[in-house]
């Protein structure tokens, strides 16, 4: 009973500790966003338990071990996970060198991973806090909070069941949310693993849809009323839609002209700010994709600036492949009321 109640208030600490710096963080923008992930290990374990009396020994302190968690992306840097493990046995031996017992490990908790490098592409975007599925090579580190559960058939007690979890690792992921981890964790200061295994990650990848009322063609047209004392009449302004070439972001003469037309139309409104949102067609990694049009739409932004509109009235976004339907290689530029 003692140590359930410990492990109650080993988790609720942990998920206080882990949770209030994570709050501050912008969320997801969806549920689609975060994503499930469940992973498993086997590894090599080093237990060495501590012995006050002179006639026990510990004569193999080196095991087979294994872990099993389920944890939540909650952002692209940071996760949690709650786990088990099991660190195998340490031997205990008589002063005389002859097995006499063994004192047994497992580990439960909770704890915080956190990304700081990730191989797969990072773009600044509406969604730059949803996660990714872990593409390519990333380097993490762990804190947590753990509770020890020993067993021995010898007289045993520990100094405390709670302890701090640190770890380090770094882990392999592919498209399909598969992933591979090699990890060093330290579960106290008699007991810490060095594991190898796999992860799986559940859940949509996060994709950017379109704005609603977005027509797709050669232009939109929009009307918007007066604003301030120098507009008297509306501005009926065809807006333009740029078009690129796959896998460029490269503005053309054509699209050079479309622009200059379209400064001279807006430059005086200067109350009006705009949305500039980049596309990328589907069919490449949808985060090649979101890089892409990212650099598209500051492609379009940056000219729109050398020709004289403030950056306050400019919002750049690379928004992927948009929906998947009628999405094109392309940069629109919308009046944002």
Same mark, same amino acid.
């Given at each position: =009973?003692?140590?359930?109640?410990?492990?109650?208030?080993?988790?609720?600490?942990? !998920?206080?500790?882990?949770?209030?710096?994570?709050?501050?963080?912008?969320?997801?923008?969806?549920?689609?966003? !975060?994503?499930?992930?469940?992973?498993?290990?086997?590894?090599?374990? =080093?237990?060495?338990?501590?012995?006050?009396?002179?006639?026990?020994?510990?004569?193999?302190?080196?095991?087979?071990?294994?872990?099993?968690?389920?944890?939540?992306?909650?952002?692209?840097?940071?996760?949690?996970?709650?786990?088990?493990?099991?660190? @195998?046995?340490?031997?205990?031996?008589?002063?005389?060198?002859?097995?006499?017992?063994?004192?047994?490990?497992?580990?439960?908790?909770?704890?915080?991973?956190?990304?700081?490098?990730?191989? /797969?592409?990072?773009?600044?975007?509406?969604?730059?806090?949803?996660?990714?599925?872990?593409?390519?090579?990333?380097?993490?580190?762990?804190?947590?909070?753990?509770?020890?559960?020993?067993?021995?058939?010898?007289?045993?007690?520990?100094?405390?069941?709670?302890?701090?979890?640190?770890?380090?690792? !770094?882990?392999?992921?592919?498209?399909?949310?598969?992933?591979?981890?090699?990890?060093?964790? !330290?579960?106290?200061?008699?007991?810490?693993?060095?594991?190898?295994?796999?992860?799986?990650?559940?859940?949509?990848?996060?994709?950017?849809?379109?704005?609603?009322?977005?027509?797709?063609?050669?232009?939109?047209?929009?009307?918007?009323?007066?604003?301030?004392?120098?507009?008297?009449?509306?501005?009926?302004?065809? =807006?333009?839609?740029?078009?690129?070439?796959?896998?460029s972001d490269q503005l053309d003469a054509g699209a050079k002209r479309q622009l200059d037309r379209f400064v001279e139309a807006v430059a005086r409104f200067f109350k009006l700010r705009f949305d500039i949102k980049g596309y990328a067609v589907a069919g490449r990694d949808e985060y090649d994709n979101l890089r892409l049009s990212l650099a598209r739409a500051?492609?379009?932004?940056?000219?729109?600036?050398?020709?004289?509109?403030?950056?306050?009235?400019?919002?750049?976004? @690379?928004?992927?492949? @948009?929906?998947?339907?009628?999405?094109?290689?392309?940069?629109?530029? /919308?009046?944002?009321?």
């Amino acid at each position: =009973m003692r140590n359930t109640l410990r492990a109650t208030a080993a988790i609720l600490s942990v !998920a206080v500790t882990v949770t209030a710096p994570l709050l501050a963080a912008p969320a997801a923008k969806t549920a689609d966003d !975060a994503r499930w992930f469940v992973s498993g290990s086997v590894g090599y374990s =080093m237990v060495e338990p501590a012995s006050d009396c002179d006639c026990y020994r510990i004569t193999d302190d080196r095991d087979a071990g294994f872990m099993l968690a389920v944890g939540y992306d909650l952002t692209r840097y940071f996760s949690v996970e709650g786990y088990y493990a099991d660190l @195998g046995e340490a031997e205990v031996s008589n002063i005389g060198n002859q097995p006499i017992g063994h004192v047994g490990y497992r580990d439960y908790g909770v704890t915080a991973l956190a990304y700081f490098y990730n191989q /797969s592409p990072q773009p600044p975007s509406p969604y730059y806090y949803a996660p990714i599925p872990r593409q390519g090579f990333s380097l993490y580190g762990r804190i947590g909070i753990g509770a020890m559960d020993n067993s021995s058939n010898l007289p045993l007690e520990r100094d405390s069941d709670l302890h701090l979890l640190i770890g380090a690792g !770094a882990e392999y992921g592919w498209r399909d949310g598969f992933g591979v981890r090699l990890e060093y964790t !330290a579960y106290d200061e008699d007991a810490a693993m060095l594991t190898v295994g796999l992860v799986k990650r559940f859940g949509q990848r996060p994709t950017a849809a379109p704005a609603a009322g977005v027509r797709y063609g050669p232009t939109v047209t929009t009307t918007t009323p007066p604003r301030g004392e120098h507009d008297r009449a509306p501005l009926r302004v065809t =807006m333009p839609v740029i078009e690129f070439r796959p896998g460029s972001d490269q503005l053309d003469a054509g699209a050079k002209r479309q622009l200059d037309r379209f400064v001279e139309a807006v430059a005086r409104f200067f109350k009006l700010r705009f949305d500039i949102k980049g596309y990328a067609v589907a069919g490449r990694d949808e985060y090649d994709n979101l890089r892409l049009s990212l650099a598209r739409a500051e492609r379009v932004k940056n000219y729109l600036l050398a020709k004289g509109i403030s950056p306050r009235r400019l919002n750049s976004q @690379g928004l992927g492949s @948009g929906d998947g339907h009628g999405a094109g290689d392309r940069v629109e530029i /919308s009046i944002r009321y």
